[in-house]
Each structure stands twice: as structure tokens, then as C-alpha cells.
């Protein structure tokens, strides 16, 4: 999420992600798939159009954030 969040507010896209040929995108969904956070899950699916996640990233990261407190310290599957 750092990487996500780094990218996001620095500079509005996700050049900073492919500049670092970071997955890491690609595993946080799968991290929150594995973990059952759907709410997590569906807003990394709408990554696939950059510009709306970007736009809206603000909007959704207290709440994504939430989703990644409400593991800590729990097992993961």
C-alpha cells in the first residue's frame, strides 16, 4: 500500500509504479482476495483505468486502510 500510496500522491498516476516495475497493485488485490476484504478487492480491480483510480484514490484509502489495520496481527489463510 505504501508503493500505491507513494506513486498516487506524488505524482497523480502510475508512472512512478511502472518506473519501479512494481506488482504492487497486482499484489495487494491478491493479498486482499486471500484475506477476504472484497471492499479492498473491487476498488484495486478499478486500477485497470488509471485515471478513475487515481481521481478517486483519496476517497478510498481510510477505508482501504482499515481493511489492511483489521489484519494485522491476525493469521493469514
Same mark, same amino acid.
Given at each position: 500500500?505504501?508503493?500505491?500510496?507513494?506513486? @498516487?500522491?506524488?505524482?497523480?498516476?502510475?508512472?512512478?509504479?511502472?518506473?519501479?516495475?512494481?506488482?504492487?497493485?497486482?499484489?495487494?488485490?491478491?493479498?486482499?482476495?486471500?484475506?477476504?476484504?472484497?471492499?479492498?478487492?473491487?476498488?484495486?480491480?478499478?486500477?485497470?483505468? #488509471?485515471?478513475?483510480?487515481?481521481?478517486?484514490?483519496? #476517497?478510498?484509502?481510510?477505508?482501504?486502510?482499515?481493511?489492511?489495520?483489521? @489484519?494485522?496481527?491476525?493469521?493469514?489463510?
Amino acid at each position: 500500500m505504501w508503493t500505491i500510496d507513494y506513486a @498516487v500522491r506524488n505524482s497523480g498516476c502510475f508512472g512512478p509504479l511502472e518506473d519501479m516495475e512494481s506488482t504492487a497493485i497486482e499484489d495487494l488485490r491478491a493479498f486482499s482476495q486471500r484475506t477476504g476484504h472484497q471492499t479492498l478487492t473491487a476498488w484495486l480491480n478499478t486500477a485497470s483505468d #488509471e485515471s478513475t483510480f487515481c481521481q478517486s484514490y483519496l #476517497e478510498h484509502f481510510d477505508e482501504a486502510c482499515g481493511d489492511l489495520r483489521d @489484519v494485522y496481527g491476525k493469521d493469514l489463510p
